[in-house]
């Protein structure tokens, strides 16, 4: 059973397009599109009423991941013993 030939498919041998440019890629930009404004126009109330709270959230997160966290040397050139390097 593992005999068949494929070839016809367009798996074989040719020259492989990329996913990004292919026509499966701009269908599902579409679908996502359509599925974009639609979530858009039934979850607008919301979506900007958590907007405040994100924003809040967001700050500390940032601190965290941007200044890696609190117990860090803070990029100083200064060694454990308080001299400068």
């Known amino acids: 059973m593992s005999a068949h030939d494929h070839s016809h ?3 074989g041998g040719g020259a492989q397009t990329s996913f990004w440019t292919s026509r499966a890629f701009v269908v ?3 679908f996502a599109a359509i599925a974009v404004v639609l979530l858009w126009n039934e979850h607008k109330a919301h979506i900007l009423g958590a907007l405040p709270y994100l924003l809040l959230l967001a700050c500390p997160l940032l ?3 941007m200044h890696g966290g609190h117990g860090g040397d803070g990029g100083s050139s ?5 001299r400068s390097s």
């Open 9 to 11: 498919h367009g798996h």
């Open 28 to 30: 599902f930009l579409a």
């Open 63 to 65: 601190h965290m991941f």
């Open 78 to 82: 200064q060694d454990k013993s308080g």
